[in-house]
């Protein structure tokens, strides 16, 4: 560090500086350009002092990917907003009980998708990957979170079976963030690409 006096060395500061972050931001090297994700993240310190620390995350997805491809990584911690704001996990309150929630989670499960509709979802997300301002479309697990949201989009409005309007609402939320666009796209686009590949995917017509 250039500044020695503003360095802390201390122990204990430094816990307490680590526990005062909510979040973290892991940069990664995509093809010579920075990739940069907020992450949740937990730590362990062990007898002579050294931090691991854990960033959540799949077992697969492409931060997995550019990790394997490139080892070398960069991370900070944000403290910045939580010092402005207070926690707002101080804040949260229990809406319903683990059982409650664990049974909620079953009933969304057993939401038909019908074949005309399965195939949609996969023709929605296949449209990222064929889009000439998407450098890199959604993956399988795009597919597999889009039909996951749409049975619980469902079950919110009271079916037991999802319709192509469940699909389409919910899309933007599950593919913007996912989406790696054209250098040649208008920053910040994710959203009106979603719409238009809506507007260019026919959804099917149920009865």
């Known amino acids: 560090m250039r500044r020695k006096d503003r360095e802390i060395t201390d122990p204990e500061k430094i816990r307490q500086i680590i526990d005062g972050c909510h979040c973290c931001r892991l940069g990664l090297c995509d093809q010579g350009r920075a990739y940069l994700v907020p992450l949740n993240f937990g ?7 050294q931090y691991t620390f854990y960033f959540h995350g799949a077992k697969e997805g492409r931060k997995i990917d550019l990790m394997r491809r490139d080892r070398w990584a960069a991370f900070e911690m944000d403290m910045v907003r939580r010092k402005q704001e207070g926690n707002p996990l101080d804040k949260v309150q229990q809406v319903m009980s683990l059982t409650d929630l664990e ?7 057993q939401v038909h998708v019908s074949d005309p509709v399965l195939e949609y979802i996969v023709r929605l997300v296949g449209a990222t990957r064929n889009h000439p301002s998407i450098l890199q479309g959604g993956s399988p697990r795009a597919t597999l979170a889009l039909t996951a949201m749409s ?11 999802v319709v192509p309007e469940d699909v389409r609402h919910i899309y933007p939320d599950v593919i913007v963030h996912r989406l790696l666009l054209s250098p040649k796209a208008e920053p910040g686009s994710g959203d009106k690409l979603a719409a238009s590949i809506l507007k ?6 149920i009865r």
């Open 43 to 49: 730590y362990a310190q062990d007898e002579s002092g």
């Open 103 to 109: 049974a909620l989670r079953d009933q969304c499960a």
């Open 151 to 161: 049975r619980a989009a469902a079950l919110v409005q009271g079916r037991d079976y």
């Open 200 to 205: 260019t995917v026919p959804a099917p017509q």
